[in-house]
C-alpha cells in the first residue's frame, strides 16, 4: 500500500499552488514547519474545504457538494465515498490527535497519526506508515505556533520542516465542510468500536448538511455535531453479517433528540463527557455482500432546523 502521508503531500502540494484560488494562505515558523490557513485568518471556501478533506483522507476518499434540502430550506451538502475505508477513515481523516502544549491547543487529524499509529485504529487495520514528509489538519481558533509543529515533529519522527500543518476554526467554511465530510468515517468508527473488523468494512459513503458557519466556536461545535447526528446519513457495504448493526446510529444514545449545544453546556463543555454513541449520523444502511441489507436510524430535520437557525 502506498503511504498515506506521500499522498497526502501531493494534495497540500496543490494547496500550496493555489492558495490565492482557494483563498488560503501558507507561510513558514521560524523551525521551518510550513501553516496553511484554511480559516482562522484567511476565509477558505467550499473548494478549500473539499481540498482539506482529501487531505484528511490521504487521497483515498472522494468528497463531493451539492444542494440539498432542509425543512423546505436549500441547505449545501458533503457527500464522501471511499473503497478503502479502514485506511482513509479510520486511520487518517479520524480527528484522534489532541494536540496540548504549553502555548497551543487544537484537535488533529489526517495521515500525520498514521506515522505515530499508537490509537487502537492502527492495531485493528494493522497499519503503520513510514514517510518523511507529514501532514495534519488542525482544528484550532488559533494559528498553531513552533511548539505544534515540534510535537508533531517530535511523535512522527521527522523534522520540523518537514511538518504541514492545516489549520482551521469550527466557525469557518472549511470547518463546516469537513466536519460535514465525516458521516462515513463516524459510522465507520462506530461498528469498528462495536467490535466489527474494520477490514471486512468493503466501502464507505457518507452524507450529511453543511452547517451554517457560527459566530462562535462553541455554536460550530454544537451545530456540525448535530449535522451528523440528525442529518447524517450513511451507507456501508460489508462482508460478514453482524448482530450489532442497529447500534451504530446516534438514533441509540439514550441523549439523542437533544441538540448537541444543550447536551455539551450541561457537561459544561467537557468532550470526553458525552456519550460515544452520539457521535454517528442519523440514520445508517448496511448492505452485506451475498447477504441482508439493514436499515437502521432516521434523521430529525426540525432539531436541524433549530440548531441552524433557519
Known amino acids: 500500500m502506498e503511504s498515506l502521508n506521500r499522498m497526502a503531500i501531493e494534495l497540500v502540494d496543490e494547496a500550496l499552488e493555489y492558495a ?7 507561510y513558514d515558523l521560524e523551525n521551518e514547519a510550513t501553516v496553511l490557513d484554511f480559516g482562522v485568518e484567511f476565509d477558505g471556501g467550499v473548494e478549500a474545504g473539499l481540498l482539506l478533506t482529501e487531505i484528511q483522507t490521504a487521497g483515498m476518499a472522494t468528497p463531493s457538494h451539492d444542494l440539498g434540502e432542509i425543512d423546505g430550506t436549500p441547505i449545501p451538502f458533503v457527500e464522501l465515498t471511499t473503497d478503502q475505508p479502514a485506511l482513509s477513515l479510520l486511520c487518517s481523516q479520524k480527528a484522534g490527535w489532541e494536540m496540548v502544549t504549553e502555548d497551543f491547543e487544537g484537535l488533529g487529524s489526517g495521515p500525520a497519526r498514521a506515522l505515530v499509529a499508537e490509537e487502537e485504529e492502527f492495531r485493528r487495520v494493522g497499519y503503520t506508515d513510514a514517510f ?9 481558533d488559533e494559528l498553531p505556533p513552533e511548539s505544534a509543529a515540534e510535537q508533531v515533529a517530535d511523535l512522527a519522527e521527522v523534522e520540523p520542516s518537514s511538518v504541514f500543518l492545516l489549520a482551521y ?3 469557518s467554511l472549511v470547518g463546516s465542510i ?8 463516524l459510522a465507520t468508527f462506530r461498528l469498528s468500536e462495536l467490535g466489527y473488523d474494520p477490514l471486512d468494512i468493503v466501502s464507505a459513503t457518507g452524507r450529511a448538511p453543511v452547517a451554517p458557519v457560527a459566530e462562535d466556536e462553541q455554536t460550530a461545535i454544537a451545530r456540525t455535531n448535530d449535522a451528523i447526528a440528525y442529518g447524517g446519513r450513511a ?27 444543550e447536551i455539551f453546556d450541561d457537561l459544561d463543555w467537557e468532550f470526553g463527557e458525552v456519550p460515544a454513541d452520539l457521535f454517528a449520523p442519523g440514520m445508517v444502511t448496511i448492505d452485506v455482500l451475498g447477504g441482508p441489507t439493514y436499515v437502521h436510524g432516521e434523521t430529525d430535520e426540525e432539531l436541524l432546523a433549530d440548531s441552524f437557525e433557519l
Not at 518523511?132 to 484550532?140: C, G, I, K, P, Q
Not at 469537513?178 to 468515517?185: D, F, I
Open 20 to 26: 490565492e484560488e482557494l483563498n488560503v494562505g501558507g
Open 178 to 185: 469537513t466536519n460535514a465530510a465525516r458521516a462515513a468515517e
Open 132 to 140: 518523511d514528509l507529514t501532514a495534519l489538519a488542525v482544528e484550532t
Open 169 to 171: 476554526r469550527s466557525a
Open 235 to 261: 451507507h456501508l457495504t460489508v462482508r460478514e453479517d453482524a448482530d450489532v448493526f442497529d447500534d451504530v446510529p446516534s438514533t441509540v444514545a439514550d441523549d439523542h433528540g437533544r441538540p448537541f449545544g
